[in-house]
């Protein structure tokens, strides 16, 4: 299996004021086969958010490469993106700014549409039939939609481009508790219906632990353990995987505190 | 000022709740009947929308102001739906206080920890200041924020978020309150951060005899913290009783979905590696 | 911007929710009866200006009369020294002096959005040099600025617009520039550059229209003191050359025949009355805005 993404010893640092450069991501290498889901679990603060970004051209490398389906993700910068990167689409956490709040739903996924190869895979009602909203949808705008909803239409707007990798950057974190696997879910199946890997960056355990094939577990700014979600989850073999794990609270009736 | 902890506890009967008048009211609380007995943890679970989060706002007098409110809401022997509501401000944040998902809501971020926790004390008991900053550094010591003396001159974004709903529930016992709500406390924070949170939860109910009223959807959270659970659904409790009983051996069909909804070795936990569960 | 209005075909369940977004969004700001009288007398003038050569009791330039009659019923306004309508100059008047800063407030509106965003979406260099440009205009008082530009292209209307083109553009692009900078960050305009829209595309598509309000309200505010300025410049001879009819040139003739007092009220009347009405306007669309970028635009205007 050639990897769709790969990942050789990429380094992300930022300049912080008055102190020394803080990196953010250090010497990650990783690779992620077609119609994976691998998840990406980490505490705040562990970077994972970054390496999203830089997988998406947002962030220059220190050090290190990144290539997506033979092609060198370069730093986006001023310049517009180049086609072949334009299959990989991301979701962003804040579904209140995700969306550009003075064009209707309809225009919105659009956009994606006109990007895909294939101009007869969707429409426009048929995105938001997968998504689960009305085809009224189309016409209104983003203030009209619940954050929930509006998290759906971002997700219908990135599948709309056809990506060949979805990443989501904590899609689901400033969702609704109830909604948050429902959302989740959503994108594992549409990402896989339409023959996409999905990169899913959480800090929810739970979650990933429903969603993903793969999982890899990241601690400041390095991936500490990466193996088959099941596996991971019943023996896991790093010590931080292991602490981060036993502090789930378990749903047993005990009253036992975790950590 | 607070109460002695032994009338501490809150009593709940029949409250009901409505947005909006006549036909097109909504009913968001439909009778709801519930003991937060002081020195316990009372869990009220249940998805978005069930009316959990609304039942704390109401106890805290804090429900939409179009709400028409029905029921007795007993604490002290007195039914707080109907004091006016300059008393129900003297006793909001003095006996009955509050613990909210997001930490920063409830902290100033210009005005530092220290005038932050002494200002309502001192507003209502007229301690000098340098009595309600040496009880300020007690009380950060007590919720184990690291260095509490140094605690105090700083401000809210020199926090992590772990350490802020620290700070933030410093704030809410230094009136010395019999009542805690806790509305989704620890839904924001990494586990291991909301392990420790959990920790100092079950610490505080236990030495100061706390009734802590627990609102979260996490059914995990629940069962490690709460010694009863009600689970509530379209404003009704639809099953309330012991933590063990309510998740092993639910007797609500809606409270046997949620769990059965949960990934089957129901959660988690590296201890699996040696029941060799491999689902 | 126009993608952003509304769709050209709305379902039933929505035309409530558009249409309250809709009274929301300008009329609201008019239901103050401030915005109100202000709005009514720019029409008024607008009308006055537009139709003055048909309502104009005389030639502007018609030198018909007899020099320096007070206001009587042949002449309401009276006569200047050389024995002119003072009535049909101020309606003409209305003409250079209401429309032109009009026009004028348009293109510095461009010219320093244009500036403002290449500055704040590009940064860099671009961002050094359009915003140290600024800076160096910002430098100088206003007026004086002005004046020196003028006076140094030598006394015509052009020069003294491009005069006052040169020193009114940097305050939008300030302005522009620095809400531009915010929106930039915003996910959706990365979510568009992912979908593989160009910078410009981006900064048209979304960034332009989500803050362009403030910006306009900036403008309508700015409209009276652009009257105010050409009024001034033309008052010291730097602008309307006699005998352009132009109401800031008419004060300055007024002040030459002191004892003559109808030849300057009557035009600064004309001035006093647009301009309170534009900031009317201005206040009154800039208090419906969001508190944010209310902000921004009361600094500036302060």
């Known amino acids: 299996m050639t990897a769709l993404l790969e990942l050789e010893g990429v380094k992300v640092s930022y300049r912080v004021a008055g102190r020394p450069r803080l990196v953010a991501v250090d010497d990650v290498s990783l690779s992620l086969g077609t119609r994976q889901v691998l998840g990406l679990v980490g505490e705040s603060g562990c970077g994972k958010s970054t390496l999203a970004r830089a997988i998406c051209g947002l962030e220059g490398l220190d050090s290190g490469s990144i290539t997506f389906d033979g092609t060198p993700v370069t730093r986006l910068g001023m310049r517009t993106r180049d086609r072949k990167l334009l299959r990989i689409q991301m979701v962003f956490q804040n579904p209140y700014a995700s969306l550009n709040p003075r064009r209707t739903i309809g225009r919105q996924i659009e956009d994606g549409l006109r990007v895909n190869p294939d101009r007869t895979a969707w429409t426009v009602p048929d995105l938001l039939a997968h998504v689960e909203l009305d085809a009224s949808a189309r016409s209104r705008f983003p203030h009209q939609f619940s954050g929930g909803q509006r998290q759906r239409i971002a997700i219908a707007r990135a599948i709309a481009s056809g990506p060949d990798l979805l990443v989501g950057d904590e899609p689901i974190a400033s969702l609704d508790a109830s909604l948050q696997a429902r959302v989740a879910g959503l994108m594992r199946s549409l990402a896989l219906e339409t023959g996409a890997s999905l990169l899913f960056i959480s800090h929810d355990l739970s979650v990933v632990r429903v969603i993903a094939d793969d999982v890899a577990v990241m601690s400041r700014g390095r991936i500490v353990e990466r193996g088959d979600v099941n596996e991971v989850w019943s023996n896991p073999q790093q010590p931080y995987t292991k602490q981060l794990l036993s502090a789930i609270p378990k749903v047993d009736g005990l009253g036992v505190l975790p950590g | 000022m607070s109460q002695p902890s032994a009338s501490g506890g809150l009593g709940i009967r029949d409250l009901t709740l409505s947005i909006g008048r006549g036909e097109k009211a909504k009913r968001i609380l439909r009778g709801i009947s519930l003991d937060v007995p002081a020195g316990r943890i009372t869990g009220l679970a249940g998805e978005s929308g069930s009316g959990k989060t609304m039942t704390g706002m109401t106890v805290l007098g804090l429900q939409p102001e179009q709400a028409t409110v029905g029921g007795v809401i007993e604490f002290d022997g007195r039914n ?14 003095n006996d009955i206080a509050m613990v909210f998902q997001d930490p ?12 932050q926790l002494t200002d309502h004390l001192r507003q209502h008991t007229g301690m000098s200041k340098r009595e309600a900053l040496e009880r300020a550094r007690v009380v950060l010591e007590q919720v184990k924020v690291p260095d509490p003396a140094g605690a105090l001159k700083k401000y809210p974004h ?9 700070v933030a529930i410093a704030s809410a016992i230094m009136c010395s309150p019999s009542v805690l709500i806790a509305d989704e406390p620890t839904t924001a924070l990494d586990v291991t951060v909301q392990a420790g949170i959990l920790r100092l939860l079950r610490e505080l109910c236990d030495d100061l005899g706390l009734a802590i009223l627990l609102v979260t959807h996490d059914l995990g959270v629940m069962s490690a913290l709460a010694d009863t659970i009600a689970v509530m659904r379209e404003g009704e409790i639809v099953e309330h009783g012991d933590r063990f009983q309510v998740i092993t051996a639910p007797r609500d069909p809606y409270t046997r979905a949620l769990i059965d909804a949960l990934p089957r070795d129901g959660s988690t936990g590296a201890e699996q590696a040696t029941t060799g569960d491999a689902s | 911007m126009s993608q952003t209005t509304a769709p050209a075909s709305r379902p039933q369940p929505d035309v409530l929710a558009v249409a309250a977004r809709r009274r929301l969004r300008f009329p609201a700001a008019l239901r103050n009866p401030l915005a109100v009288t202000g709005t009514a007398i720019i029409v008024v003038w607008l009308l006055l200006a537009l139709l003055a050569p048909m309502i104009s009791p005389a030639g502007p330039l018609a030198q018909d009369f007899e020099r320096l009659q007070p206001p009587s019923a042949a002449h309401w306004f009276g006569t200047d020294q050389l024995g002119r309508d003072v009535l049909a100059r101020v309606l003409d008047g209305a003409r250079v002096s209401i429309i032109l800063p009009l026009l004028l407030v348009v293109s510095s509106l461009l010219v320093g959005t244009i500036a403002g965003s290449v500055a704040g979406y590009f940064g860099k260099v671009a961002d050094e040099v359009i915003m140290r440009i600024a800076d160096l205009v910002f430098a100088f008082p206003t007026i004086i600025l002005a004046m020196v530009i003028a006076a140094s292209l030598g006394p015509s209307l052009t020069n003294a617009v491009i005069a006052m083109l040169i020193v009114s553009w940097p305050a939008y692009a300030r302005v522009t520039r620095s809400l531009v900078v915010v929106a930039s960050r915003s996910e959706y305009v990365v979510a568009g550059r992912l979908l593989g829209n160009s910078p410009f595309v981006s900064l048209g598509k979304d960034i332009l229209p989500n803050i362009i309000a403030p910006v306009v309200v900036l403008a309508t505010l700015d409209v009276g003191t652009a009257i ?9 001879g730097l602008g309307a050359v006699p005998p352009t009819p132009d109401w800031g040139a008419m004060v300055s003739d007024g002040v030459q025949n002191f004892s003559s007092w109808w030849i300057s009220v009557f035009p600064g009347l004309a001035i006093l009355t647009v301009v309170l009405a534009f900031n009317f306007l201005g206040d009154a669309l800039r208090d419906t805005l969001d508190p944010r ?10």
């Open chain 2, 158 to 166: 020199q926090f992590s978020g772990g350490q802020l709903q620290r």
């Open chain 2, 104 to 115: 920063t809501s409830s902290l100033h971020p210009m005005l530092s920890i220290g005038s």
């Open chain 2, 80 to 93: 707080l739906l109907e004091l006016p509501t300059k008393k129900l401000n003297t006793l909001r944040g």
């Open chain 3, 293 to 302: 970028t209310a902000d921004a635009v009361k600094g500036r205007a302060l």
């Open chain 3, 228 to 236: 105010l300025l050409l009024a001034g410049l033309s008052f010291l």
